[in-house]
């Protein structure tokens, strides 16, 4: 229970240093305002779509890599993803648009694959394993 907290807090830190970095290498914003920013919605999406998809895959004990990077790419793209196609997009924005959905969700995607690699829920033992008595 411990390491998985850790891994939720530590989890969007890298993606949000990321960008943060990106940030101060294009001097648009300060790396400071853009690290609180994605971090935060990053630990949103983690309560709103990971401790979710963490106790439904746990239940069918689906914990494998993929499938946590998958979930964390689709969960940050897919809000973008509505919102540009409700917007009419010409062909420069929408392009800008596929890029921003991307890069957006490698973010999610990185944030999950670390969340794994933290947490590593499928090496958890599963409640009740090993404590069956064995006839003497």
Sequence with gaps: MARTVIAFLAAPLVPALLTGWFGFMNGTYHPLAIFVLVSGCLYVLQAIVGVP??????????????TYALLGFAGAA???LVYG????LDRVAASQAAYVIVFVGLLGAISAVIFWLLARPDKVALPGAG???KPV
């Design 85 to 88: 196609s409700m917007r009419d």
């Design 131 to 133: 404590t069956e008595h």
């Design 53 to 66: 998809a963490y106790l439904l895959l746990g239940r069918v004990r689906q914990h494998r890599i993929w």
């Design 78 to 80: 897919l809000p973008f």
